[in-house]
């Protein structure tokens, strides 16, 4: 069954820094795209970052780009997000989640990945 467990999240200052992880498990990260997207209250989910190794490609929303770098460690099975310079209008619930290797290419089209994690918060507040 395939799985997606967020980690990471949590409580920090503006321009403080947070690393979320994504562990997949029962499928390979090499085939696939995974990706980041976050929900705030009242808001719509929004695709943050995506990065996809059998494709070579990689996404960024404009809101965070210079900001967050994703990456992957293949032999972890496990996606990275690192989120630096955060900003209170980053608080948002992040998810993982994962689809075909050629999805990342949809950029900020890609709306409906396959497999979803469960969340983690990410509250940026003084």
């Known amino acids: 069954q395939v799985q997606l467990v967020e980690s990471g999240g949590g409580l920090v200052q503006p321009g403080g820094s947070l690393r979320l992880s994504c562990a997949a498990s029962a499928f390979t990260l090499d085939y696939y795209t995974i990706g980041w997207f976050r929900q705030a209250p009242g808001k719509e989910r929004e695709g943050v970052s995506c990065?996809?190794?059998?494709?070579?490609?990689?996404y960024y929303a404009d809101s965070v780009k210079g900001r967050f770098t994703i990456s992957g460690d293949n032999a972890k099975n496990t996606v990275y997000l690192q989120m630096n310079s955060l900003k209170p209008e980053d608080t948002a619930v992040y998810y993982c989640?994962?689809?075909?290797?050629?999805?990342?290419?949809?950029?900020?089209?890609?709306?409906?990945?396959?497999?979803w994690g469960q969340g983690t918060q990410v509250t940026v507040s003084s």
């Open positions: 989640a994962a689809d075909s290797s050629l999805a990342c290419r949809l950029g900020s089209s890609w709306r409906a990945p396959r497999y």
């Open positions: 990065i996809s190794s059998a494709d070579v490609s990689t």
